[in-house]
């Protein structure tokens, strides 16, 4: 993209923005993961809910999690038009402009924190507040573009939504539901490294020095299995703690044990294939962690 077209870009006036331009802004895609992650949070939670409150609840994770995308693509516009990956992003597209994806993700922010407070608790409103500022600030506009362990810090904003989902229906932070977040906060690196490993020309290129790019191809590789290695018993974890029953502890070491495989494909791999398998993986991993977890405890398994 030419500089002349990337300041047309930013200079947008959204006239021209459609209903899809906005959803876009909203990361539809990691929105689905958080929300799935956050209704686990409350399935698994010990207590009840009114349905209506719990919808609600689900709804204020979703929104809050949009927000905050919609913040990061306003803040990382300059770089979302550099890389191949996200130049077709609404802003640098001329879709909509920078200050109206602000002012849209600001007022969404607010807004979901403000209902969650005001239908659910105090508490997961002010978790998700959390949530949202830590991914704003701390990762997007701090991070992001200072260390190569962005991702590793940063990937704690994605392991709020089972904690936000376990305070909607307890009112409180406990054991458990930390363990849910140490699940995602541990997911994270690898997952993200691998889709870096692929697209490490795209990162290099905008000045983002995530990790293959400041450190290396292998030594990435290596964080990325000693990081699978390590969740392997954190994710039997919520087995032992009575969150969920043997079915899920079962389908919980397979999934591990698969994912540390892919991991140690990628290590022997010298081309990105298997980087890209993994991250595809990994995707499907978390899903099926948490869905294995929600079954397994909805069948009465547990404890």
Known sequence: MSDTALQDGLAADSKGAEVRDYIRLLKPRVMSLVVFSGFAGLVLAPGDLHPVLAAVAVLC?????????AINMWYDRDIDAVM???????IPRGRIAADDALAFGTVLAAGSVFLMALAVNFMAAGILAAAILFYVFVYTMWLKRSTPQNIVIGGAAGAFPPMIGWAAVTGGISVESLVLFSLIFFWTPPHFWALALY???????????????VA??????????????LLLPLAVAPYWLGIAGPLYGAAAAVLGALFTLSAVAVWFDATDKSA?????YSIFYLFALFGAMMLDAGAGIAG
Not at 199 to 213: H, I, S, T, W
């Open 61 to 69: 994770i979703a929104v809050g999690s949009g927000a905050a995308g």
């Open 84 to 90: 191949t990956r996200t130049r077709g992003r609404p």
């Open 199 to 213: 697209r490490r020309g795209d990162y290099a290129e905008a000045g983002v020095p995530m990790l293959p790019v």
């Open 216 to 229: 290396g191809v292998r030594a990435t590789k290596l964080q990325m299995l000693i990081y699978t290695i």
């Open 276 to 280: 890209k398998r993994m991250f595809g």
